[in-house]
């Protein structure tokens, strides 16, 4: 895998889908809600894909009803509570990511989360996961915007006291890569998340790494 972006000095990573496999308790959740309606559960194949839409692609995934809709509302609410009350029962860190943020601190960088992901979840959920000690987390209510938008990005930089151009930017969602490239930092696609509906190739990140320890090789060493 080749490689010429400037070295960081520190890696910033999306949570869902990249950091964290997040997506069988966010199915459970909605599969609760069906549950609660008589209805079969929509299958773990199908939900997948769409864990780092969140509550939108959940349950238009497993009712088909958007934000347009009169129930969406609601339905969210019964989402998001279902979700909170089983917040960390199945979900583990990817393979290979303990491993990746511990030779990030053994070589001086620094790792940080930005995610959609509102705040009264993500700080509940990481501390749960073994992600604590993670130097910054923002979430998708930390700052007027969400991603893509790059504010989330340049406020994670700006706790980190350093440049965006310092900063790798690594994220499973299209949005993902939209928002690091608008904020001016290097974008790697996390190919083991959920990616959506759509490839990694087509989002045009600098690089697409099929595994976390794929970027082992690529960080600077002292």
């Not at 960088?109 to 705040?119: E, H």
């Not at 996961?129 to 994670?156: M, N, Q, R």
């Not at 600098?206 to 976390?212: C, F, N």
């Amino acid at each position: 895998m080749s490689f010429s972006l400037p070295a960081p000095r520190a890696l910033l990573f999306d949570l869902d889908g990249t950091l964290a496999d997040t997506a069988p308790d966010l199915a459970a959740a909605v599969n609760k809600m069906r549950f609660d309606r008589g209805l079969e559960p929509s299958p773990f194949d199908r939900l997948r894909p769409l864990a780092s839409a969140g509550a939108r692609g959940l349950i238009g995934a497993a009712f088909g009803i958007g934000p347009g809709d009169s129930q969406y509302e609601d339905m969210r609410q019964e989402f998001l509570d279902n979700y909170a009350a089983a917040i960390a029962d199945h979900t583990t860190l990817f393979d290979g990511i303990t491993s990746l943020l511990d030779a990030i601190d053994s070589l001086g960088l620094t790792w940080g989360i930005v995610t959609n992901k509102p705040a009264l979840y993500t700080d509940a959920l990481v501390p749960q996961i073994g992600l604590a000690h993670a130097a910054c987390v923002i979430s998708g209510d930390t700052t007027p915007h969400a991603k893509p938008h790059p504010e989330p990005l340049f406020e994670a930089a700006r706790r980190l006291k350093l440049v965006p151009t310092a900063c790798w930017y690594v994220g499973d969602d299209l949005r993902d890569i939209d928002a690091g490239k608008a904020a001016g930092m290097p974008t790697i696609a996390a190919g083991w998340g959920y990616c959506g509906h759509t490839e990694p190739s087509d989002w045009l990140a600098d690089l697409i790494a099929s595994h976390p320890l794929d970027l082992l090789p690529l960080l600077p060493r002292p």
